[in-house]
């Protein structure tokens, strides 16, 4: 059973920089994509970013040019992190790291708040 401890929600100004992190214990070997998603009130979860085994990354169209997805084993554990640039009201959501098995199961995280205030 893979657990996902998300680090790092919290509160911003417009226009700043903030990160979040995610580390999977007892991290599998392979897996097939590590990420975020977030929720808004009243939205559906939407994926933000995705680490794909294979290396590359996957974005939505709204962070593509603001958010970046990077991998790193810290302290042992998969972990991944969200540099999100340029913050803008509209990122404000609950965001969950998410982690795929390559059986086809995919953990969450409980959730990290992110607001961005204008």
């Known amino acids: 059973q893979v657990q996902l401890a998300e680090s790092g929600g919290g509160l911003v100004q417009a226009g700043e920089s903030h990160r979040l992190s995610c580390a999977a214990s007892?991290?599998?070997?392979?897996?097939?994509?590590m990420g975020w998603y977030r929720q808004a009130p009243g939205t559906q979860r939407e994926s933000v970013a995705q680490?794909?085994?294979?290396?590359?990354?996957?974005?939505a169209d709204s962070v593509r040019d603001r958010f970046t997805i990077s991998k790193d084993n810290t302290n042992g554990k998969l972990t991944v992190h969200l540099q999100m640039n340029n913050l803008k009201p509209e990122d404000t959501a609950v965001y969950y790291c998410?982690?795929?098995?390559?059986?086809?199961?995919?953990?969450w995280g409980q959730g990290t708040q992110v607001t961005v205030s204008s």
């Open positions: 007892q991290s599998p070997a392979t897996f097939v994509a």
């Open positions: 998410s982690l795929w098995s390559l059986g086809g199961t995919q953990y």
């Open positions: 680490y794909m085994y294979a290396g590359h990354t996957d974005y």
